[in-house]
C-alpha cells in the first residue's frame, strides 16, 4: 500500500503530565481514546494502565527515542491513529522534536494530508514539582538538563554559568544517574559562584507517583543530595526565601505596598521603578553618591555589561557632576585613535578575562602595535595582547583623578581591553 492509497493517519503527541491521573488533561485523555496504538517510554506507559485496554501498546526502552518515533510514523502512514506518550510535556524534553525532526526529513509538512500530527501540552514537570513546594517560579526561570548523552559538559556549564549570572531561579532536569554522579556536583559548584550558600533548594522525586519523595536543602548542602533521572531540582535565585515549610520566589508586589498603599516613589498601575530610560539616571545616581566612584563598580552593583554602563555616563546623557564621561567611537576613527594613544608617554593596557581575571602591563605609548591579528602593548614577556577580530566597539572614558582611557569592547558588550594614560607621566 503507497501513502497515497492509506486512510489518513494521525500522530498525537500527549503530554500525559507527572503520571498521577488527575493533572492529566482532558485532551491527553480524549488523544489516548481516540488511538488505535500507544508508543512510549515503558515506565511512562505503566503510569496509565487503565487506558491502554483494547489498544496496541508498544513499549519502548528510555534510549530508544528515534525507535519510537519511526514505529509511530510507519502506523500513522498505513492510516492508524498514534498518541506517541510523554511524560509531562511532549514538548519540554519530550517526544514533540525528535518526532517533527524525522518526519520533516521524511519531506513531511504540516499541510499533507496522509499524516497529521497533534501536539498536545501537558503539565510539566517543572509546574508539578514547584507546586509541591510552594511557589518558587513566580520570577524570571530556566532549566538546565543536566544530561550529557546528546549535549556536551562543556555547553551544559556555559549555560549554568549564565543561570547563575542572570540570577534565574534553576530547574535541573535529569538530575542524576548510575553513571552520572558528579554531574549535579559540579552545578552546585558554578551556581554558588553568584548566589549564597543558603539559597533554598527543593528536590522533588517522582512527582505525584507512589514513590513520591520531597527534600527541602540549601545550595552549599546540595552535594549531599540523593537525586536520580526522576529527580527535578529547583534552585532559588537571590531574593528566594524558605518559610513555614515553603519555597517561594518573590515577584516584588508586595515592595510596592505598605498595607495596600503604594511605597514612597510608586503608583498603582506603574509596573517597575527601574525602567528602560531610568535605571542610567539610577547608576549615575549611585556613582554621585561614591567617595571613592569606580564605574567598574557600578557595573558589578547594576550587573550590566560594561558598554551599558559607558551609555549610561555618555555625554550627551550625563549629569554635570556625574564623576564620569563616555563618548562612543566611531569604528571608521578607532585607527586614529590607537595613534593617538600611541603618542601617550605611558599607556597602562588591562585584558579581560573570563570569570573577572585581568592581565595589567604598562609601557610606552609607542610600544604600542598589532603583530598580525592580535592587538600588542609591551615587548618581550612584559606584554599584554587581544585578539583584534573580537574588538566589536570602542569608548572614551574620561573621569576622576583625570583618569583618561579607551575601552575595547566585545559583542556582547563586555570589557575587552582598556588603555589608560597614567596620570603624572612625564610629558603628560
Known amino acids: 500500500m503507497t501513502d497515497n492509497d492509506a486512510a489518513p493517519g494521525r500522530i498525537l503527541l500527549v503530554g500525559i503530565g507527572p503520571g498521577e491521573p488527575a493533572h492529566m488533561t482532558a485532551r491527553a485523555r480524549e488523544a489516548i481514546v481516540e488511538a488505535e496504538v500507544v508508543i512510549g517510554y515503558d515506565t511512562y506507559l505503566k503510569l496509565i494502565p487503565e487506558q491502554l485496554e483494547g489498544k496496541t501498546v508498544i513499549g519502548k526502552a528510555m534510549t530508544e527515542e528515534l525507535d519510537r518515533v519511526a514505529a509511530a510514523w510507519e502506523y500513522a502512514r498505513a492510516g492508524q491513529v498514534v498518541a506517541l506518550i510523554s511524560s509531562g510535556d511532549a514538548g519540554v524534553y519530550g517526544m514533540a522534536g525528535p518526532t517533527y ?144 515549610g515553603l519555597m517561594v520566589t518573590p515577584r516584588g508586589y508586595t515592595s510596592k505596598y505598605t498595607e495596600g498603599v503604594p511605597v514612597a516613589g510608586e503608583r498603582r498601575g506603574r509596573s517597575l521603578s527601574l525602567g528602560l530610560g531610568e535605571w542610567p539616571a539610577a547608576l549615575r545616581a549611585w556613582l554621585r553618591e561614591q567617595d571613592q566612584p569606580s564605574l567598574a563598580a557600578a557595573t558589578r552593583h547594576f550587573d550590566v555589561p560594561w558598554d551599558a554602563a559607558l551609555a549610561a555616563v555618555a555625554d550627551a546623557v550625563a549629569e554635570p557632576d556625574t564623576p564620569y564621561r563616555s563618548s562612543p567611537i566611531d ?97 603628560s
Open 101 to 244: 525532526e524525522l518526519l520533516l526529513q521524511h519531506d513531511w509538512a504540516p499541510d499533507r494530508r496522509d499524516v497529521a500530527v497533534e501536539v498536545v501540552p501537558g503539565v510539566t514537570a517543572l509546574s508539578s514539582c514547584a507546586a509541591l513546594v510552594g511557589a518558587p517560579l513566580t520570577h524570571d526561570l530556566c532549566t538546565v538538563s543536566l544530561s550529557d548523552l546528546l549535549t556536551p559538559w562543556p555547553a551544559i556549564a556555559r549555560r549554568l554559568e549564565a543561570a547563575g549570572r542572570g540570577d534565574f531561579v534553576v530547574a535541573l532536569y535529569n538530575a542524576a544517574s548510575k553513571r552520572r554522579r558528579e554531574h549535579i556536583r559540579r552545578a552546585q559548584e558554578i551556581l554558588l559562584r553568584y548566589r549564597a550558600g543558603e539559597t533554598p533548594v527543593a528536590l522533588v522525586r517522582a512527582a505525584y507517583r507512589q514513590r513520591q519523595r520531597i527534600e527541602h536543602l540549601r545550595l552549599d548542602t546540595l552535594h549531599e543530595a540523593e537525586a536520580s533521572m526522576l529527580t527535578t531540582v529547583i534552585v532559588g535565585n537571590s531574593a528566594t526565601f524558605r518559610e513555614a
Open 331 to 427: 569604528p571608521a576613527e578607532l585607527t586614529r585613535h590607537l595613534q593617538e594613544c600611541r603618542a601617550w608617554p605611558r599607556v597602562q593596557g588591562v585584558v579581560h578575562g573570563a570569570g573577572g581575571t585581568r592581565m595589567v602591563g604598562s609601557a610606552a605609548g609607542a610600544d604600542l602595535r598589532w603583530e598580525g591579528d592580535a592587538l600588542v602593548l609591551g615587548a618581550g614577556g612584559a606584554r599584554v595582547e587581544v585578539d583584534w577580530a573580537r574588538v566589536a566597539g570602542a569608548w572614551a572614558l574620561a573621569g576622576a583623578c583625570q583618569h583618561c582611557s579607551l575601552e575595547l569592547v566585545d559583542a556582547h558588550g563586555d570589557a575587552l581591553l582598556s588603555l589608560e594614560r597614567l596620570a603624572g607621566a612625564e610629558g
